[in-house]
């Protein structure tokens, strides 16, 4: 007979344990009515301990008893503390005939039968599967029952474990994934002004030339260098300098398109990729950007810059190596930039406009 019983709670244990697709909480549910008619008990309950609280976490309950998921109580007001500093199963058929019979939990609630387990997660103490009835239970609690509700507390074990195995996994590789892009970040962007660095310059302004090769839409550079930049570090400090440098980058991205890209090039220069651009749209761009550089009032002191410009307008498909096209185009501003300088600073020249050559590599096999 004892063994029928046994084999029909592992039975049903089984049909409900099995059922993955239904989801965990809709598990416990079931498990928790199973428990529930097997103990002849209206009343379910998976619970969560901290501290000194306890907390409803699954409950299965009639609808007259107001009970809900996510409810606390203070733990020494529930029947669950005597489970847990017993460390072991608790059945009480008759609490109103019992030792027990002022215990705060029975003042309170008026529930006669209990039935309750601890439930330990990875070695740590986690809750109590408990059940219990407002009415006497009919017979004494024996092995049988206990075994049921053992079986029923290794599974919610095991399940529980291995949530929070998942569940650290997945925070793990959620920690992975924000590290991972905050150190792509910081190896594309420069650290003291958060704009793009070398290394990004050079990758974005090849995939640029390349994508409008492929469009036949021009691409241009603007690259500005601070005038005087030494002289104004000698007098306020490299802080100060550090300051002036960091606002530069913030004016120039702010009036910069979302498409454009922002770059240190190094020291006190700066290079800003601007796709599908002309000559006319970038010089006119460049001219922008300075009249806003110096209109900065929160420095040491008004600070301008000296512009240089170029454009890589595609017109026919030849073989390019896009490396070697980048260096020529930064090449072509830096030297519209040298023009600037000697020109009084301060002001913005574009590499055509110097009448310089144009040539691109690859265009003499073109």
Not at 45 to 65: F, M, T
Request: proline share 3%.
């Amino acid at each position: 007979m004892e063994m029928a019983e046994n084999e029909k709670v592992i039975r049903e244990l089984y049909e409900i344990t099995s059922h993955h697709e239904i989801g965990f909480p809709a598990q416990v549910e079931q498990l928790l009515a199973l428990g529930c008619q097997r103990f002849a008990m209206e009343i379910g309950i998976l619970s969560k301990i901290d501290g000194d609280k306890y907390q409803v976490v699954h409950q299965v309950s009639p609808k007259e008893v107001p009970l809900d998921n996510e409810v606390e109580f203070d733990l020494d007001q529930t029947y669950c503390a005597l489970t847990l500093n017993s460390d072991g199963p608790v059945g009480i058929e008759h609490m109103g005939d019992s030792e027990y019979s002022q215990h705060p939990a029975y003042e309170a609630f008026k529930l006669e039968a209990y039935i309750g387990m601890p439930i330990t997660v990875d070695g740590k103490r986690y809750g109590t599967l408990n059940f219990s009835s407002p009415y006497p239970y009919r017979r004494e609690f024996n092995e049988i029952d206990i075994d049921a509700l053992k079986l029923m507390a290794i599974w919610l074990e095991g399940e529980l474990s291995r949530q929070q195995f998942q569940a650290q996994i997945m925070q793990q590789a959620e920690q992975l994934a924000e590290q991972n892009e905050l150190l792509k970040t910081m190896a594309h962007t420069d650290n003291l002004t958060k704009v793009g660095n070398r290394f990004s310059l050079f990758t974005e302004l090849e995939n640029q030339l390349m994508f409008a090769q492929r469009l036949k839409i021009p691409v241009s550079l603007v690259l500005f260098d601070l005038d005087d930049f030494k002289e104004y570090n000698d007098s306020y400090g490299h802080v100060a300098g550090d300051n002036a440098l960091v606002e530069v980058a913030r004016v120039v991205k702010d009036l910069a398109r979302t498409t454009d890209y922002v770059a240190r090039y190094g020291g006190e220069e700066f290079i800003v990729i601007l796709p599908d651009t002309n000559l006319h749209e970038a010089v006119s761009t460049a001219e922008r950007f300075s009249e806003a550089l110096g209109a900065i009032k929160n420095l040491e002191r008004t600070v301008t810059c000296s512009f240089g410009v170029s454009t890589y307008q595609p017109t026919k498909d030849i073989e390019i190596d896009y490396n070697e096209l980048s260096e020529r185009l930064i090449d072509q501003a830096d030297q519209a930039m040298y023009h600037s300088k000697h020109a009084g600073k301060n002001c913005v020249n574009h590499y055509a406009k110097l009448g310089l050559s144009l040539r691109y590599p690859g265009e003499a096999n073109g």
